[in-house]
Structure formats: structure tokens, C-alpha cells
């Protein structure tokens, strides 16, 4: 058995009691980052995520939208769950993913996928 001095064993237990802490002081801070993030506009967009999303898709539905009102002859405004369930499907057919997926890109497009405005996103695919 081997005896410590109270003072090396001291030393001992602020590291352990340290180690234990950091994650979570780290955790915080990537937490406030990510708050920060989310707050801020990103090329006039709530966000990268949206941005992304506007700079794919937004001219393709507006223009589809357009062409659909003028074959009807009606005013048609896309609503944000059919817009968002489009761009699932087709996004989810083109990665060759389904809801089922699992890995670390699936995860990755999960998580972006739930930060995207998609009420800001329809009302620029239904400005006329």
C-alpha cells in the first residue's frame, strides 16, 4: 500500500476534479458560440444554413411556382412545409439517404437541416 502525502494527494484530486470540469467549461462556451451563430445574419439571411439552402433552391421553387400560376391562372403561394418537404425529398434522393440513415454526414444534415428559416426561405420563393 502505498501512502500519500496529503499534499501530493491534494494536487491529485484538483487534477481529477479539474479534468472533470473543463468539458463542460468547453461545452458552455461551444453552446454560447453556436447561440452567437444562430443570431447573427449571413449575407442578409438568418443564417449559413438558410443562406445555403436560398442560394440552391430558392430561384428553381420561385420559378416553378411562377410556371404553375401561369398554367392554372391562379395565385399560388407555396407554404413553408411543402417547400421544406420538397427540398427534403429531393436533397435526401440526390445524397442517396433515407429518414433511416445513420453515420456522421446523416447527423451533420440532420442538425443543419433544423436551424434553417423556412418561413424566410418562402416568402423569397413566392415574392413575385
Known amino acids: 500500500m502505498t501512502i500519500h502525502s496529503s499534499s501530493s494527494y491534494l494536487h491529485l484530486r484538483i487534477a481529477m476534479v479539474a479534468r472533470i470540469i473543463a468539458p463542460s467549461n468547453k461545452n ?6 453556436q447561440a452567437n451563430m444562430e443570431n447573427e ?36 403561394q407555396w407554404t413553408e412545409e411543402q417547400i421544406r ?3 427534403w425529398e429531393s436533397e435526401m434522393a440526390m445524397a442517396n439517404m433515407t429518414d433511416h440513415s445513420a453515420g456522421l454526414a446523416f447527423t451533420l444534415f440532420r442538425n443543419a437541416w433544423r436551424v434553417i428559416n423556412w418561413q424566410e426561405i418562402a416568402e423569397h420563393v413566392n415574392e413575385d
Open 28 to 33: 458552455e462556451t461551444a453552446r454560447k458560440r
Open 41 to 76: 445574419k449571413y449575407n442578409g439571411w438568418s443564417n449559413y444554413e438558410t443562406w445555403l439552402v436560398a442560394m440552391y433552391w430558392v430561384d428553381y421553387l420561385g420559378n416553378a411556382r411562377r410556371e404553375e400560376q401561369e398554367e392554372t391562372g391562379e395565385q399560388i
Open 85 to 87: 418537404d420538397l427540398v
